[in-house]
């Protein structure tokens, strides 16, 4: 006889088997009850049957058919967002946590290592993300209380024929995402304040729910912002391996999560020409999760703090399995989107974003971005825990030159050649001028910090 873990709700309908998938089928009364359980159930986020064991109910339709491909050109595309997750903390990066769902959009698309948030916290980072600019042009330098300036990515899709939605944690002051863009969203403004694994899984469950039944004759547009792993964390007993600490399966917890969406694209055949995103907000906080070989946390704006995981799939543009060392930043997916999406060459206005478009990138048509920074490089700004006075930026990359001001993650200001020393190790200002992690600077340590020094008096404003 076989025993398995059952986890029930108030009216003993099972919510949550610890079985094999393959081998497990329940009855349409559970799916119904499943559906309507909103809020109250635990695990109402599983619709469908992710990679990883534990596994999954499947809410019984008799009603629904088997989705079939609609051709189109433009992209869905899909974001998954989350919250204070280490460069180092999922398998794809070096971590012993298993994330297989999530891995799988690196094996099937391309894993970037030195990509960046514009901010090494929440609410700057989003608003970077959502407008393509940088915080001093956002208004946003600092979690909430701020006041966002600036169109969002989801507003011009949205005038592209794309439909929008938004599930999970908003965190912008000021406006709802219905008010920014958003034809549908089920959110909150900054998540739980306690363990609460079910936050997650009602994103999860809504953003299926939403996918699936959208109008298939126009592209999509959706954000799933998870909470996870930010601490408080917490994982249904039942899911937990006791082998891994809390927050490891914490990870584990949003890989499950992000695993069902998958699935249902994969479920509707639409995986070819779906834009599938994956990205941290800003680098974990102390004490819990990994930055790899990095330095500094959440609210540093040392590498640990602000190079993020970042993972993108799209099989009809992107050659599976790459790699990219180039840098890019969050600012840069809002011009990279509207390429991607403004296929039929509309005239548009000048958003005059702070990011550059991905696409050629990404399609292999070219392997760096070139820029005004050191060497040809771009210029990268990144913001972190305010300074003494009104000044939030915090550091700059120049190629591969990185200047960092004094601050609560720095005592003193550093200069650092990211390529012969990416942990930020060596300060070249105070190091000896033959070091070997100095080699290659352009002009005088001192000099050279002034000057980008100047660059970022020059943007913060």
């Avoid at 990679?51 to 009603?63: G, I």
């Avoid at 869905?76 to 769902?101: C, K, Q, R």
């Avoid at 070139?370 to 700004?381: A, D, I, T």
Wanted: proline residues 8%.
């Amino acid at each position: 006889m076989v025993s398995d873990k059952k986890l029930y709700d108030s009216n003993g309908n099972i919510l949550f088997r610890e079985k094999s998938c393959e081998n497990t089928s329940y009855s349409k009364k559970t799916g119904r009850a499943l559906k309507t359980l909103g809020a109250l159930a635990l695990t109402a986020y599983l619709p469908a049957c992710a990679s990883e064991s534990p596994t999954a109910v499947t809410p019984t339709n008799p009603t629904t058919q088997e989705a079939t491909p609609i051709p189109r050109t433009k992209p869905d595309i899909v974001v998954f967002i989350s919250d204070d997750m280490g460069w180092g903390d999922l398998s794809s990066y070096g971590a012993a946590t298993p994330t297989p769902n999530i891995d799988k959009i690196a094996n099937e698309g391309i894993r970037f290592t030195s990509a960046y948030t514009t901010a090494a916290l929440c609410a700057p980072s989003r608003a970077s993300f959502y407008t393509g600019w940088n915080p001093s042009n956002t208004g946003v330098k600092w979690n909430p209380p701020h006041e966002l300036h600036g169109i969002i990515i989801a507003e011009v899709l949205r005038s592209l024929g794309y439909q929008t939605a938004l599930f999970g944690k908003w965190h912008i002051e000021g406006y709802t995402p219905l008010e920014k863009g958003f034809d549908y969203a089920k959110w909150e403004f900054n998540g739980p304040v306690e363990a609460d694994p079910g936050f997650d899984a009602r994103s999860t469950r809504n953003a299926v729910e939403w996918y699936s039944n959208r109008d298939r004759t126009q592209p999509a547009f959706m954000v799933v912002s998870y909470h996870d792993p930010h601490t408080i964390n917490g994982v249904p007993p039942a899911f937990a391996l006791p082998n891994m600490t809390l927050y490891q399966n914490t990870v584990r917890w949003l890989d499950r999560n992000i695993g069902i969406v998958l699935d249902e694209i994969k479920r509707q055949d639409a995986e070819r020409n779906t834009f599938v995103l994956f990205f941290s907000d800003n680098g974990p906080q102390k004490g819990y999760g990994s930055a790899g070989p990095y330095t500094g946390n959440k609210g540093s704006c040392r590498e640990g703090g602000i190079r993020i995981p970042l993972l993108i799939r799209w099989p009809a543009e992107i050659t599976p399995g790459r790699v990219s060392e180039t840098p890019i930043i969050l600012t840069d997916f809002f011009q990279t989107f509207i390429n991607a999406a403004n296929i039929d060459n509309r005239t548009l206005p000048d958003y005059n974003s702070d990011g550059v478009n991905l696409i050629p990138l990404l399609q292999g048509q070219i392997d760096s971005i070139n820029g005004n920074g050191l060497g040809g490089g771009r210029e990268l700004f990144f913001w972190g825990l305010p300074l003494i006075g009104n000044s939030h930026a915090c550091a700059i990359r120049s190629g591969d030159i990185k200047y960092l001001r004094e601050g609560a993650w720095n005592t003193n200001i550093s200069l650092h050649n990211l390529k012969l020393d990416p942990t930020e190790s060596v300060n070249c200002i105070i190091a000896p001028p033959e070091h070997p992690a100095c080699a290659g600077l352009p002009e005088e340590p001192e000099d050279l910090a002034e000057r980008l020094e100047e660059k970022i008096k020059e943007i913060d404003h």
